[in-house]
């Protein structure tokens, strides 16, 4: 079974610039999550797709963060313009599917990317 | 609000020890609670997951509980190996809105 993929693995760009990434989740689950993982810190939950409506999107920062999730399964997260303080580590994650008729919620996660800002 | 804490923060033992990692959290309305562990520049590692109705799963040298009343969770790491140094995270699915909260980790370092 392929797990999530994520693309870039890294990212590198200056200060005001845009940037996006790509999360495609495991086949037939119809939660996802983006993450922001600071260094050193737990990761912190940007937003939250349940098929393609959001469920929480309370600690995503509006004004320059969006995201969207395409016909329920890939999804991409930007930021526009970028600052120096979203240097981190972008996670996305897939759950919440049925597994011999018993509905299960355990989080796969992808590699995550890796923004620098400079 | 739900909150996870870990404590401590970072664990550095000599290989060979049995070790235990703490978890806990705030509010008992979950649905289940995992263990990832997470080895530096990588992604998350699904360990172990525990359902809202269990106490205790195992796989080979780990073992962790759930006591859900209380907001406890311990992971247990039988006889360490220097590849066991990562970070351990545990988080919590809210029940309801199955939102992931996630604690700050735990950096464990196993030394030869």
């Known amino acids: 079974e392929a797990g999530v993929a994520q693309s870039p693995r890294y990212k590198i760009i200056e200060k005001r610039q845009s940037v996006a990434f790509w999360c495609n989740p495991i086949s037939g689950h119809a939660t996802l999550y983006w993450y922001q993982q600071i260094l050193g810190q737990g990761p912190k939950l940007l937003i939250q797709f349940q098929n393609n409506g959001v469920v929480d999107d309370s600690q995503l920062p509006k004004d320059r963060f969006s995201a969207e999730r395409l016909k329920g399964v890939d999804s991409t997260l930007k930021i526009q313009p970028a600052k120096l303080e979203d240097s981190a580590v972008y996670l996305c994650a897939s759950s919440l599917f049925w597994y011999r008729g018993f509905r299960r919620t355990e989080a796969f996660f992808g590699q995550g990317t890796r923004l620098t800002v400079v | 609000k739900q909150e996870v804490t870990q404590i401590p923060a970072a664990l550095s033992v000599p290989e060979g020890e049995n070790l235990v990692l703490n978890c806990s959290f705030t509010?008992?309305?979950?649905?289940?609670l995992q263990w990832f562990r997470q080895d530096p520049g990588k992604g998350l590692t699904s360990l172990l997951l525990i359902q809202s109705s269990q106490r205790e799963q195992t796989s080979g040298r780990l073992n962790a509980s759930l006591d859900k009343s209380s907001g406890r969770s311990t992971l247990y790491i039988a006889a360490s190996q220097p590849g066991d140094s990562a970070t351990y995270l545990c988080a919590v699915t809210q029940g309801g809105s199955e939102k992931l909260v996630f604690g700050k980790g735990m950096k464990l370092t196993v030394n030869p």
């Open positions: 509010d008992s309305a979950i649905y289940n």
